[in-house]
């Protein structure tokens, strides 16, 4: 990987994500794609395993076994219809980047994903079942897990603030615009997903079901 791109773009994206997004788009659009969506999938499954309280129905080994599992199927998807929505909606604002480079400028900016695992793994370590219960966030610990959760919330914000610098940057250079037109086209997918989910929250609620509490 590394010949072929002249740079190890695990390390280079983080600091010149320019630069080595572009390199990944020349060469190989897909390159380590599966890899990026198993790391962001593991992060992202013990979020929505933590939000359904899967402790409460599997043991902790079984719990960490289906979020392996679901992992790359997880980011695949995420990465997919993700990239799908800034490809139409930046052809709306005169993009040039085709289908796979958008969705390699955003598989790449979740290399941060990598420090995120290590995070949710020691979360896991000190915490153990407990960490996949709804309630764990409202829960108030006096020890030192209380400092642990501290720089565990910490941790997670600088990275996702990280990332968004990371996305920003290679989006822009995709898609050949500004930073500031990137930012518009991020706007417009999160203006499609506010869309799709208040009709889905107003289809619920005419069949008389549970709405997902957006609106």
């Given at each position: 990987?590394?010949?072929?791109l002249g740079i190890n773009p695990w390390w280079a994206m983080w600091v010149k994500?320019?630069?080595?997004?572009?390199?990944i788009v020349d060469s190989n659009n897909k390159l380590a794609f599966i890899g990026?969506?198993?790391?962001?999938?593991?992060?992202?499954?013990?979020?929505?395993?933590?939000?359904?309280?899967?402790?409460?129905?599997?043991?902790?080994?079984?719990?960490?076994?289906?979020?392996?599992?679901?992992?790359?199927?997880?980011?695949?998807?995420?990465?997919?219809?993700?990239?799908?929505?800034?490809?139409?909606?930046?052809?709306?604002?005169?993009?040039?980047?085709?289908?796979?480079?958008?969705?390699?400028?955003?598989?790449?900016?979740?290399?941060?994903?990598?420090?995120?695992?290590?995070?949710?793994?020691?979360?896991?370590?000190?915490?153990?079942?407990?960490?996949?219960?709804?309630?764990?966030?409202?829960?108030?610990?006096?020890?030192?897990?209380?400092?642990?959760?501290?720089?565990?919330?910490?941790?997670?914000?600088?990275?996702?603030?990280?990332?968004?610098?990371?996305?920003?940057?290679?989006?822009?250079?995709?898609?050949?615009?500004?930073?500031?037109?990137?930012?518009?086209?991020?706007?417009?997918?999160?203006?499609?997903?506010?869309?799709?989910?208040?009709?889905?929250?107003?289809?619920?609620?005419?069949?008389?079901?549970?709405?997902?509490?957006?609106?």
């Amino acid at each position: 990987m590394d010949q072929m791109l002249g740079i190890n773009p695990w390390w280079a994206m983080w600091v010149k994500p320019r630069k080595t997004i572009r390199s990944i788009v020349d060469s190989n659009n897909k390159l380590a794609f599966i890899g990026l969506c198993f790391l962001y999938g593991l992060t992202q499954g013990a979020h929505f395993a933590q939000a359904f309280s899967l402790a409460a129905y599997f043991p902790l080994w079984l719990v960490v076994v289906i979020i392996a599992l679901a992992a790359i199927p997880i980011g695949a998807i995420s990465f997919s219809l993700g990239s799908l929505l800034l490809y139409w909606t930046g052809k709306l604002i005169r993009g040039a980047g085709s289908y796979h480079d958008i969705r390699a400028a955003v598989s790449w900016s979740n290399v941060t994903a990598i420090f995120s695992v290590i995070l949710v793994g020691l979360m896991i370590l000190s915490f153990g079942e407990a960490f996949f219960y709804r309630q764990f966030a409202e829960t108030i610990f006096q020890d030192w897990r209380a400092f642990l959760l501290i720089a565990f919330l910490v941790g997670e914000l600088l990275l996702a603030i990280w990332k968004l610098v990371i996305f920003i940057i290679a989006l822009s250079e995709v898609q050949r615009f500004s930073a500031w037109m990137a930012i518009v086209n991020i706007i417009l997918v999160g203006i499609v997903y506010f869309i799709i989910f208040f009709l889905i929250d107003k289809l619920l609620a005419l069949m008389g079901g549970n709405t997902i509490g957006l609106l």
